[in-house]
C-alpha cells in the first residue's frame, strides 16, 4: 500500500482484517507510524526494500502529482516483476499514462481502480473500513485479462462489486457525476458569500467543498477537458431556468422542474 492517507488508509484496515499481509509506506512518516500502531500493517515498506512476496498487489494511494515522484519510482523499481499495480487517482489523466508506462517498463503488470467510496476528511486518522461495504470499483476494461481478474479478488475481498470501464468513459463519467458535483458545490460557496446561518439544503448541497481543496485542485485540473464540457452543459442549463424565472412564467417553470424531479426519482429506480 503507497499512501496512507484517507482511501489508502481505510484499504488497508479492510484488508488487514480479512487476512492480508499488508505492506505500507507513505511519504508522511507520522501516518506509517499511525497505520503501525493501528495494526493496519504487517510490514513497513521503504524505498529500497526488496520484497519477494509472491502473488503481489501494489496499491498505490497516493495523489496523482506524486507520480515522477523519485521516492515512489524507487518504490516501483524493488517490486518483483509482474507484480499488478494499480491506482486509486479519482482521474485517469496524464499521470495514470505516465504510470502506466514506467510499469511496463520495469516489466510490472498494469491496471487501474477507482473505489467509488470515501467520504469527507482526509488523512490517515479518518480512516473507515466500512467505506468498501457495497461499494462499487471502477476497474481498468483495457487491462489484461488476468489483471482484471485479481483487482476484482481484491476488491469483492472487502465487499465491493466491480465494474470494469475504458479510461474515456470514465473520464466523461466522473466528469458528470462526481467532478462536477465538487467544482459546484465550490463555486455555490463563494456565490453564498459564507453565510453565517444556513439551511439544511444549502447544507446537503455544498457538503463536498469539505473536501481537500488540495486534492481536487489536481483532480479537476487532470480531468479539464471532460469537466470543463460538463461545467459549460450546467451553465446552459442555469441560463434556461433564469430566463424563466425572469420571465415569471410558472407554467413553463413548473414543466422544467417537473422534467428535473422525473430525472432525479429515476436515479431511485436504478439502486
Known amino acids: 500500500m503507497l499512501g496512507l492517507g484517507h482511501i489508502g488508509a481505510s484499504l488497508a484496515s479492510a484488508?488487514?482484517?480479512r487476512g492480508w499481509k499488508v505492506w505500507g509506506w507513505d511519504r508522511d512518516a507520522a501516518?506509517?507510524?499511525?497505520?503501525?500502531?493501528?495494526?493496519?500493517?504487517?510490514?513497513?515498506a521503504r524505498p529500497d526494500m526488496e520484497i519477494d512476496t509472491h502473488n503481489l498487489i501494489c496499491v498505490i494511494a497516493l495523489p496523482e502529482s506524486a507520480v515522477g515522484d523519485p521516492k515512489l519510482s524507487k518504490m516501483l523499481s524493488h517490486l518483483p516483476s509482474g507484480t499488478i499495480v494499480t491506482e486509486v487517482f479519482s482521474s485517469k489523466g496524464k499521470g495514470t499514462v505516465v504510470l502506466e508506462r514506467e510499469c511496463a517498463a520495469l516489466g510490472l503488470r498494469f491496471g487501474w481502480s477507482h473505489p467509488l467510496a470515501g467520504r469527507e476528511g482526509n488523512g490517515v486518522a479518518s480512516a473507515d473500513p466500512g467505506i468498501f461495504a457495497g461499494a462499487t470499483v471502477l476497474v481498468d476494461a483495457l487491462a489484461?485479462?488476468?489483471?482484471r481478474a485479481d483487482l476484482a479478488r481484491l476488491w469483492k475481498g472487502i465487499g465491493c462489486s466491480v465494474e470494469l470501464m475504458s479510461t474515456e468513459h470514465h473520464q466523461r463519467h466522473m466528469a458528470a457525476g462526481s467532478h462536477?458535483?465538487?467544482?459546484l458545490a465550490y463555486s455555490l460557496m463563494h456565490a453564498l458569500g459564507g453565510p453565517k446561518s444556513a439551511s439544511p439544503s444549502v447544507l446537503s448541497t455544498t457538503r463536498v467543498a469539505k473536501s481537500s481543496p488540495e486534492a481536487w485542485a489536481v483532480i479537476l485540473a487532470s480531468n479539464s477537458e471532460e469537466v470543463t464540457a460538463s461545467i459549460e452543459r450546467l451553465r446552459k442549463e442555469l441560463g434556461k431556468v433564469s430566463r424563466l424565472v425572469h420571465k415569471g412564467d410558472g407554467r413553463s417553470l413548473f414543466k422544467y422542474l417537473a422534467e428535473g424531479q422525473r430525472l432525479r426519482l429515476k436515479l431511485e429506480e436504478k439502486k
Open 180 to 183: 462536477l458535483m465538487h467544482a
Open 31 to 44: 501516518s506509517v507510524r499511525y497505520a503501525r500502531k493501528e495494526g493496519w500493517l504487517y510490514h513497513v
Open 15 to 17: 484488508l488487514s482484517t
Open 144 to 147: 489484461p485479462a488476468a489483471v
